[in-house]
């Protein structure tokens, strides 16, 4: 349902989206279908000689790219006292470096990546050059949650091991503006093992603190907190445990309060609820750039490279 709806928003829109990993068949092959259907143009990093020519499809080669000069100053600014000219240089030759800095000079709308390298090689450059939004500290890793017509919203599932209150409360009102991204009203659920001060220790302080400071900052969005997962999704038990809350029983977002939590909840859902896991997606940058799993399939390559482009639409 997500997917087709995202796909008639962006259909000939041309948006530029970065595939620095293009000797990989499953990067390759998803390109090719997005090309063939004009649902964005992919900015493919390598020699076009060694492929097949595909209508739609642009391929950069960073050893012989024109603008190269040009590129290389407005990083060596944007990094400046940071890298010297001969660190850029060799940062350059680097696809997924290249393809971030060809997002941030204006030249492509966003980006993805990891099927063959670490979440750290495709999330540090972007930090770098792209870096966060005004008031963001930091950037986190949603998933989108599919069954049937049931969709969820879950973060932070991959990028940090221990978020401080304000980060889960940033993470919460960025995840809310994502929500209203892909038109769902979010009711976002901040996840504990307690609901409504049942424990008291520093962990569910933490997670009530953060649902604090969200609901000042953002008064209109509709979170709370801290609450377990039973009571966020049932309306009976919700109900029973955090009785008037308008999110208890209802969620349809849900910040977890450590990565721990996050990374072992969206798979438990995925393997056992037979939910269909599309992500991780970045929150909180200035461009798009997403993270592919290793293990990701060619299907897996195509859809991510679907909300990337949907982003571009949305992103503020």
Request: glycine content about 8%; hydrophobic content about 40%.
């Amino acid at each position: 349902m997500l997917i087709n709806d995202l796909k008639k928003q962006i259909v000939n829109k041309k948006i530029r989206i970065v595939f620095p990993e293009t000797d990989d068949v499953r990067i390759f092959n998803a390109a090719k279908r997005l090309a063939r259907e004009q649902l964005l143009t992919p900015v493919m990093i390598g020699q076009k000689e060694l492929y097949e020519p595909i209508e739609g499809m642009e391929f950069i080669d960073p050893q012989s790219y024109e603008q190269l000069a040009a590129l290389k100053a407005a990083v060596l600014e944007r990094r400046s006292g940071k890298l010297t000219p001969s660190q850029a240089d060799e940062l350059l030759l680097q696809p997924t470096f290249f393809g971030t800095a060809l997002i941030y000079s204006g030249q492509a709308d966003g980006l993805i990546a990891g099927a063959t390298q670490s979440t750290g090689d495709t999330v540090r450059p972007a930090l770098q050059l792209i870096k966060t939004k005004p008031n963001i500290s930091k950037t986190f890793g949603y998933f989108i949650m599919i069954r049937n017509e049931e969709m969820y919203l879950m973060g932070d599932c991959a990028i940090n091991p221990e978020p401080t209150a304000n980060e889960l409360a940033e993470f919460a009102i960025e995840l809310g503006k994502v929500s209203w991204g892909y038109g769902i009203e979010p009711k976002i659920a901040m996840l504990s093992f307690s609901t409504a001060g049942s424990a008291e220790t520093t962990h569910t302080q933490k997670v009530r603190e953060a649902t604090a400071i969200a609901k000042a900052t953002a008064p209109s969005l509709l979170v709370d907190g801290e609450m377990q997962f039973d009571a966020a999704v049932d309306p009976t038990v919700g109900q029973m445990k955090f009785p008037g809350s308008k999110v208890a029983g209802y969620a349809n977002a849900f910040i977890f309060p450590d990565l721990n939590a996050g990374n072992i909840g969206y798979k438990m859902i995925q393997r056992l609820g037979g939910f269909e896991a599309v992500g991780p997606f970045l929150a909180g940058l200035n461009a798009p750039v997403n993270d592919l799993s290793r293990g990701c399939s060619e299907e897996d390559v195509y859809k991510t490279a679907i909300v990337t482009a949907s982003q571009t639409l949305i992103h503020d």
